[in-house]
């Protein structure tokens, strides 16, 4: 059980506070997370009073594989060994052997491939990609959408929550009502460049689309020649049951953006792969495709590393099967606290629960971590909890995950009036 902070961590806070980021600071020790991490591996981590929890964030969507994953490690240490060129001004073959691990992987005629630093520059990048092809037609995103904190990546996305503090933002974005075609349908498709969509709307509290609707979004793109975007920066490599949510859907898009776990955790790196015919104007602007640390060979090689490792392990399959598992757990607390819990929603190992509000979600949420699993409300919905632990997670692990909920739950649901009311 987490207890106060000793004094060398109060010193840590107080300095983090001071120098780094009191905004997070404080919503830590909101969460109850007063001590500092120690140890991360697997799906856990260990803080410096030596508390052993499990971690359903997954380094918010940076650790697929698990943190610390020691083939990843072995990996980047012998990549070190090597002393080969690390970034420019040469090519190295490590990032050609990339691009063909990706091709080979990404759904349907996705060809080419350039590396980043992050999703948020992958989107950034995919945007720009767009106004090579198209010029400054409008792009269209969703509501309640998030596509990276970065300035084109705001501008595209639909929280308003985490745009206002940077208005005016960049021109030429729209953002309409996800999961609602007819709205698409009433755009002029003279005025739209691209339409960017996150296959499941990860910070509106794991939304997902309705049946279909996916699929009609592509239909339109092909009937209004309009470039599809699909962000998978969260919803890829894995989380869903599949390497990427557009496969769950059975729809290819004419940019896919990947990010955060191809990196393990360890290593920053994003992604866009394309259609080749989007191709032909990206080399003939240097400001598209200069970047001084995209591609280096660390990170090509954790990706390398992170996708055969999924391969190589039947991680796909672990995790259609651990699906099965938590969603039945899940959903049978909420059928047992249907006050407390209004609504469940997730695929793969990536779920949203609803509570009846943010107080009592929060209340959860450090009730939770003392009992030693890490969740967290949603940044876009403060009522929604976050359950999206590594895909290496046990089964055993996933059945504390219920048992502390249920611990926590029954132990919140008579105090539910006064926690409501404050």
Not at 224 to 238: A, H, Q, R
Not at 285 to 296: C, D, I, L, Q, V
Request: proline share 4%.
């Amino acid at each position: 059980m987490i207890g106060s902070q000793n004094s060398e961590d109060g010193y840590y806070y107080e300095k983090y506070g001071e120098y780094i980021n009191s905004w997070y600071m404080t919503h830590l020790m909101n969460m109850g997370i007063k001590n500092i991490g120690y140890k991360a591996e697997g799906a856990t981590i260990t803080d410096s009073k030596g508390n052993t929890l499990i971690d359903c964030t997954s380094g918010y969507g940076i650790g697929n594989i698990g943190h610390n994953n020691p083939v990843i490690i072995k990996a980047l240490v012998d990549q070190l060994k090597r002393g080969e060129v690390n970034t420019r001004p040469y090519i190295n073959k490590i990032q050609i052997e990339l691009a063909d691990l990706l091709k080979s992987i990404a759904p349907g005629a996705l060809e080419c491939s350039y590396l980043f630093n992050s999703g948020s520059e992958a989107i950034e990048n995919a945007l720009k990609l767009v106004r090579l092809y198209k010029g400054g037609k409008k792009i269209i995103s969703m509501k309640k959408s998030f596509h990276g904190y970065t300035l084109g990546a705001l501008s595209a996305s639909g929280i308003n929550s985490f745009k206002k503090s940077f208005e005016p933002l960049l021109p030429g974005f729209e953002q309409v009502e996800f999961g609602k075609i007819e709205e698409l349908y009433k755009i002029k498709d003279d005025e739209v460049g691209a339409i960017l969509i996150e296959p499941i709307q990860h910070d509106a509290g794991v939304k997902i689309p309705p049946q279909g609707y996916l699929k009609q979004v592509r239909k339109l793109c092909d009937e209004k020649n309009i470039i599809l975007i699909l962000d998978e920066v969260i919803t890829g490599i894995g989380k869903t049951g599949y390497m990427f949510a557009s496969e769950y859907f059975e729809i290819v898009p004419d940019i896919l953006v990947i990010g955060k776990s191809l990196g393990a955790g360890l290593i920053p790196i994003g992604a866009i792969i394309a259609r080749k015919n989007l191709w032909q104007r990206f080399g003939l602007s240097f400001p598209m495709s200069a970047t001084s640390y995209g591609g280096n060979s660390l990170a090509c090689r954790t990706a390398i590393e992170t996708i055969k490792f999924i391969q190589d392990n039947g991680i796909l399959e672990s995790v259609r099967n651990k699906e099965l598992i938590l969603s039945e757990q899940l959903n049978k607390l909420s059928s047992q606290y249907p006050e407390i819990i209004l609504s469940i929603s997730g695929i793969g190992l990536m779920f949203g629960l609803e509570i009846t509000n943010k107080n009592i979600a929060s209340r959860i949420v450090r009730d939770m971590i003392e009992n030693n699993v890490i969740v967290y409300q949603s940044f876009g919905n403060a009522n929604i909890i976050m359950v999206e632990p590594p895909l290496v997670i046990s089964f055993e692990q996933i059945s504390k995950i219920s048992e502390a909920f249920n611990k926590v739950i029954s132990r919140v649901c008579p105090e539910i009036n006064t926690i409501g009311n404050n």
